[in-house]
């Protein structure tokens, strides 16, 4: 969604609250495509002050359905966001700290979608469970070890070892 910011950067000290909705149904980046199931509109707060600064702020959340880090089960995992930029208004244009320019900025147009991707990346979780203590998945059958165990051999021998198991096996006595 494109707001045309073009009337607060006209007006010194105004101020204009737009509601928006998250404009995609599933969240993609390099880890993958993760669907969104619930999320609510969010408040943007974008502010002309004194024709120095650029303010746009919000909050939202979201839930998305994002595998378990260990079985693979799909958990809904909720993601809040604060929207907090500060923007500097130059007669070159409008500058984003130490970048010329902002990514979600197009001119006197701002991609509040870009925008609201770009901080769903930033607080996405790092690792996510179904609970603390899942199992996970078995690496030979591949059973999710929460519903159950398989019957697949539990230990494997350290590899570092091998030379050393091949000793024993050698000189095995019958």
Avoid: H
């Avoid at 390099?30 to 002050?49: H, K, Q, S, V, Y």
């Amino acid at each position: 969604m494109a707001i045309d910011i073009s009337d607060i950067l006209s007006c010194e000290n105004k101020e204009v609250v737009e509601r928006v909705q998250v404009g995609y149904r599933s969240f993609s980046f390099e880890l993958g495509d993760f669907p969104i199931t619930e999320a609510a509109p969010i408040a943007l707060r974008i502010a002309n002050c004194e024709n120095k600064r650029l303010l746009i702020s919000g909050q939202g959340e979201l839930t998305v359905s994002v595998p378990c880090g260990r079985c693979l089960t799909e958990v809904l995992t909720e993601i809040s966001f604060q929207i907090d930029r500060e923007l500097r208004i130059t007669e070159d244009g409008i500058k984003d700290g130490d970048l010329d320019e902002a990514a979600y900025l197009n001119g006197v147009y701002l991609d509040a979608d870009r925008l609201i991707y770009e901080e769903i990346l930033m607080n996405w979780p790092m690792n996510v469970l179904c609970k603390d203590d899942c199992k996970g998945i078995c690496k030979v059958c591949g059973q999710n070890l929460n519903r159950g165990d398989c019957d697949c051999q539990k230990t494997e021998p350290d590899p570092r070892m091998a030379a050393i198991q091949d000793i024993f096996n050698q000189y095995k006595e019958v």
